[in-house]
T-cell receptor, first 113, second 112 residues
Framework: EAQVTQNPRYLITVTGKKLTVTCSQN?????MSWYRQDPGLGLRQIYY???????DKGDVPEGYKVSRKEKRNFPLILESPSPNQTSLYFC????????????FGNGTRLTVT | KQEVTQIPAALSVPEGENLVLNCSFT??????LQWFRQDPGKGLTSLLL?????REQTSGRLNASLDKSSGRSTLYIAASQPGDSATYLC???????????FGKGTKLSVKP
């Protein structure tokens, strides 16, 4: 089954403790992206990657890191999480084409205390 | 910088009604515009994607139109059903194709 898989689905952590949220897709998509969704603010893009070893900042990259060493994986790293990073996070992927729709994972709900 | 607005934020209709959801954008030089559905606690599901050269796309009871000159897209849902209840979002690239900007969505409730 074609899918975007995020892990974990739920995560509670404390301020300053480094964490990684994994994202993997099995569709051989070139493009991958991370979003956060907050009430009243909607979905905002954190980082995106057009292909392996190519990453760019979205609208809210501060406090986050990403890497794209393999085509299928695009982990989101929070080196020193803070409470304002409490949010619902989504990973998405698509082919590198104008005609390609975006496929989303089921989300990771992160709470930083 | 591209801004995407969806009005209304919420909409409640009786089952069977035809309805229109609106999406407006400030920069008409878009590559494409995509409509999504989000169910509570779930990720987004792509419904329709309209290229900048197209005027509309159809999938079943859904029809999306695009008018770049006026900076508007509409999602038409025919014969609404309770199962259509969800939040509907539109999104379009800003600047580079990689940087997607989302509207805040319209929460649709279809009453039996």
């Amino acid at each position: 089954e074609a899918q975007v898989t995020q892990n974990p689905r739920y995560l509670i952590t404390v301020t300053g403790k480094k964490l990684t949220v994994t994202c993997s897709q099995n569709m051989n998509h070139e493009y991958m992206s991370w979003y956060r969704q907050d009430p009243g603010l909607g979905l905002r893009q954190i980082y995106y990657s057009m292909n392996v070893e190519v990453t760019d900042k979205g609208d809210v990259p501060e406090g986050y890191k990403v890497s794209r060493k393999e085509k299928r994986n695009f982990p989101l790293i929070l080196e020193s999480p803070s409470p304002n990073q409490t949010s619902l996070y989504f990973c998405a992927s698509r082919r590198d084409s104008d005609y390609s729709p975006l496929h989303f994972g089921n989300g990771t709900r992160l709470t930083v205390t | 910088k591209q801004e995407v607005t969806q009005i209304p934020a919420a909409l409640s209709v009786p089952e069977g009604e035809n309805l229109v959801l609106n999406c407006s954008f400030t920069d008409s030089a878009i590559y494409n515009l995509q409509w999504f559905r989000q169910d509570p606690g779930k990720g987004l599901t792509s419904l329709l994607l309209i290229q900048s050269s197209q005027r509309e796309q159809t999938s079943g009871r859904l029809n999306a139109s695009l008018d770049k000159s006026s900076g508007r897209s509409t999602l038409y849902i025919a014969a609404s059903q309770p199962g259509d209840s969800a939040t509907y979002l539109c999104a379009t690239p800003s600047g580079s194709q990689g940087n997607l900007i989302f509207g805040k969505g319209t929460k649709l409730s279809v009453k039996p």
